[in-house]
């Protein structure tokens, strides 16, 4: 069945976002027990079951135009959420060629990709977009390959360089984070660009982490899912904004939690590029108030056990200990039995 496209919706000021009952069945719930614990938990990015956000490696779902009309506003306003450092060239074409092949392969019906040697010619019908193009030729596309690519694809992404044995934050997109910044941390390490995160460092995480990814191999990506909490369905939570959704903590009260407080969960996955020997990590969104997980009697019990066992400097650092409590008081409704 062919998901039905639905018409823009806000990620910001009105905040007209809402899940379809298709939407919220499909969400990529990341917890698999009552109780929270921090691990790596990659595995391998394979197919999925049909209608899920796991079916294909590029998942494009309902809100698709309403995605990509956000990325525009936030690139509009502020376009150094591109970057892309001069020796990427090759990662970009890359990166182009996966996500274009993806997205006709496994959605014909909205995306088609015919190619005579090196020309081109890529059709995205829902953004009315129609491209013929030399592929390997910046000059014949209206934006770097990347830039060009990226505007047209729902989630954040990361192309990475790999040398000096570690992977290096050198180009990507990011228009919808959760709290950090592709200007600030272009060019950084991966353990640098990790560095805030609690408790991961302690226990070795990111070396394993590290270790596994550098010897990706192409053709067989991983995934690993995060998470977060999110006043309001906004997708760009970035640093640069904080003054527009910092407020917000102080503002969320018992009777408004459920509309305006989300689970904001993160479909991670990692491919080896297979030109450059980079590797792209896409960072896809998702988002559910707690009213729509409610919907779910077995997520919302599970999510009130998870967020009751959190290590403190987890809750701060996923900052949310100013409504964490209330969080926990209006989850508990739903869970008589704690």
Known sequence: MVTQLKPIETYRDDFTFRNSPEAIARFPFPFAEDQYRYSVNLEPHTKGAPGSAFEFPIDIDEHYVSECAERA??????????????HMALAQWDTLELLMESM???YPHWFQLTRDGDHWHWVNQPLGIEQRFTFGDRTTLPREPLDYILRQVQGDFVAMD???????????????????????DAGMSF????????????????????????????GAPVRRLN????????????????????????????????????????????????????????????????????????????????????????????????????????????????
């Not at 995160?197 to 070795?204: C, F, L, N, S, T």
């Not at 290590?311 to 996923?318: A, C, M, T």
């Open 73 to 86: 506003i936030v690139l509009d306003r502020d376009p150094k959420r591109y970057v892309a450092l001069p």
């Open 104 to 106: 006709a392969r496994d």
């Open 162 to 184: 790999q040398r000096d044995d570690d992977l290096w934050a050198d180009a990507g997109m990011i228009t919808g984070p959760a709290d950090w910044s592709m200007t600030f």
């Open 191 to 218: 353990k640098e660009w990790h560095g805030p995160v609690p408790i991961a460092h302690e226990i070795g995480v990111f070396d394993r982490a590290l270790k596994y990814l550098l010897a990706l191999r192409q």
């Open 227 to 338: 998470w977060t909490l999110t006043i309001h369905p906004r997708l760009d939570a970035s640093p640069e904004m904080y003054p527009s959704w910092g407020v917000d903590r102080s503002k969320i009260t018992p009777q408004t939690l459920g509309e305006t407080l989300n689970l904001r969960v993160e479909l991670q996955a990692l491919f080896r590029l297979p030109r450059s020997n980079g590797m792209l990590f896409s960072i896809r969104t998702y988002l559910a108030s707690f009213d729509e997980l409610a919907t779910n009697p077995a997520w919302v019990k599970r999510l009130h056990r998870v967020l009751a066992t959190l290590p403190p400097p987890v809750v701060e650092y996923k900052g949310f200990s100013r409504f964490y409590d209330m969080a926990l008081e209006w989850l508990r409704q739903y869970d008589p039995e704690t």
